[in-house]
């Protein structure tokens, strides 16, 4: 587990001042969590960051669980009414 939080900074998918998220992101992804929902745009939940850490957890042979916020995860599903 703590193998795959160092790739994801070491590959520069999340900065190394966000060792806690690399930790996190790294948990879920060995659990086999479907998962990840923040409110951490700054070093997960943002378009830029999220495809980098798919691609280091996918590299290193661990799924990667969706990232989203509570709001995208509470609105999962539901469709909108014209």
């Given at each position: 587990?703590?193998d ?8 520069g ?13 790294a ?6 969590m ?5 409110w951490?745009?700054?070093h997960?939940?943002n ?12 590299r ?8 989203c ?9 539901k469709?909108?009414t014209?």
């Amino acid at each position: 587990m703590t193998d795959l939080a160092v790739a994801l900074i070491a590959e520069g998918a999340v900065p190394a001042v966000a060792e806690t998220d690399a930790l996190h992101i790294a948990v879920a992804a060995v659990h086999g969590m479907n998962f990840i929902v923040t409110w951490n745009f700054r070093h997960i939940a943002n378009a830029t960051m999220v495809p980098l850490i798919r691609d280091v957890c996918q590299r290193h042979g661990w799924p990667c669980p969706e990232i989203c916020t509570p709001e995208q995860l509470l609105n999962e599903g539901k469709k909108e009414t014209p």
